[in-house]
């Protein structure tokens, strides 16, 4: 009788137990069998020594694969919406291969025509012997990055086999690794040839809106090494020392804001970075040392196509914004100082293009 009442008692206790910690759909069952109720117990009481010792009960793998992921990002606020190289305007005349990431010539979408100051972002291709002829440009920051091949700028005071000794703003032979840039302000002429006789240049041309209207038109041409861009992002172009007051002494004596880049009348940074695969660079948003104005900004990250196809890229460590090689992303929602990461997740090295806009 003893041994019923002990057994009995066990039994009770088990059942509170269960009415207490098992799952609806298990103790909601029509029977429990004897090695359920041992498994169960035995699994509680592994867990609960887990939960005792971290204060709260362990997660899903899901949730925490999801919580890991979340971790490893720095923009949880920021809005990433890749655009697709699917996406661009895309021409072909023969000489010139060209995609759009934004409206321009004869293709319109309405869905791309500018972010914040950005407004032209082109990635084209000419051939040998071939090229953009004289053509006039005004109220626009107009850049080209070159990434293969070699593009001649020349002004319209100067003829091909004239060029004598020229300033490099009236002639200028870009390769790998150089910019030009040009504010066109209240107008300028000029012709961007290829003048190789066997290889396609390949370059990008960025067009930014200025603070204001009318400028003096202005050339600047800058190498930036390859060395450094392996190491991390670069910064290309940063805002003219005076802002959108700057006088006429400071439009003169054209001084970025960042040391040993390309001054721009915009509230606007360039950067460029060559990451290897694997690996991940840190872009600070809006520059380090509180070099821009505006707190709020926006951010685009293009991955030009240089790798044939194996070059990749990831964002802030989220799945969905991971780029291949012609796609762009918008960052929005983003504040100067925001860290954002790029990481190379392709087969080869990642060269990428960071542009920083109010």
């Known amino acids: 009788m003893r041994h019923l009442l002990l057994l009995s008692s066990i039994f009770i206790a088990l059942f509170a137990i269960i009415a207490i910690y098992l799952k ?8 429990v069998t004897t090695s359920t109720l041992i498994t169960y117990l035995s699994n509680l009481t ?8 971290n ?13 890991k992921a979340a971790m490893s990002r720095s923009l949880h606020h920021a809005k990433i919406s890749p655009h697709l ?30 972010f914040g100051s950005l407004r032209v972002l082109n990635e084209d291709r000419v051939k040998p012997q071939s ?7 005004r109220d626009f920051e107009i850049f080209s990055y070159i990434l293969s091949g070699e593009l001649t700028h020349r002004d319209s005071m100067l003829t091909k086999g004239h060029e004598g000794d020229a300033s ?23 012709s961007e040839f290829n003048e190789h006789k066997r290889d396609t240049v390949h370059f990008l041309q960025i ?14 041409t800058k190498h930036f090494a390859e060395e450094d861009k392996r190491k991390e992002f670069v910064t290309i172009l940063s805002p003219l020392k005076g802002g959108v007051d700057a006088t006429a002494e400071e439009e003169a004596k054209a001084e970025p804001v960042v040391e040993g ?56 460590g989220r799945e969905d914004a991971v780029l291949k090689e012609g796609d762009g992303a918008f960052i929005e929602n983003v504040n100067k100082g925001d860290k954002l990461w790029v990481e190379s997740v392709g087969e080869v090295e990642a060269e990428v293009i960071v542009l920083d806009t109010a």
């Open 24 to 31: 609806p759909e298990i103790y909601q069952a029509a029977s």
């Open 46 to 53: 592994s867990n609960s020594k887990t939960t005792s010792s």
């Open 55 to 67: 204060h709260q009960p362990l997660s899903p793998p899901s949730q925490m694969n999801t919580a």
């Open 85 to 114: 190289s699917s996406t661009r305007g895309h021409s072909d005349h023969g000489w010139l291969n060209t995609y759009h990431s934004f409206s321009f010539a004869n293709w319109y979408n309405p869905s791309y025509t500018s």
């Open 131 to 137: 090229g953009f002829p004289t053509h006039p440009h």
């Open 168 to 190: 490099a703003d009236q002639f200028y032979r870009m390769r790998r690794g150089d910019v030009q840039f040009t504010t066109g302000g209240t107008g300028i002429a000029h």
């Open 207 to 220: 067009w930014a809106l200025p603070w204001k209207r009318g400028l003096k038109p202005r050339y600047h």
């Open 261 to 316: 880049t390309i001054p721009i009348h915009a509230d606007f940074l360039m950067g460029a970075g060559i990451i290897k695969e694997g690996s991940k660079f840190e872009w600070i948003v809006g520059g380090r040392d509180n070099v821009t104005e505006q707190n709020k900004r926006k951010v685009f990250v293009h991955l030009p196509m240089t790798k044939g196809g194996r070059a990749s890229i990831r964002l802030d």
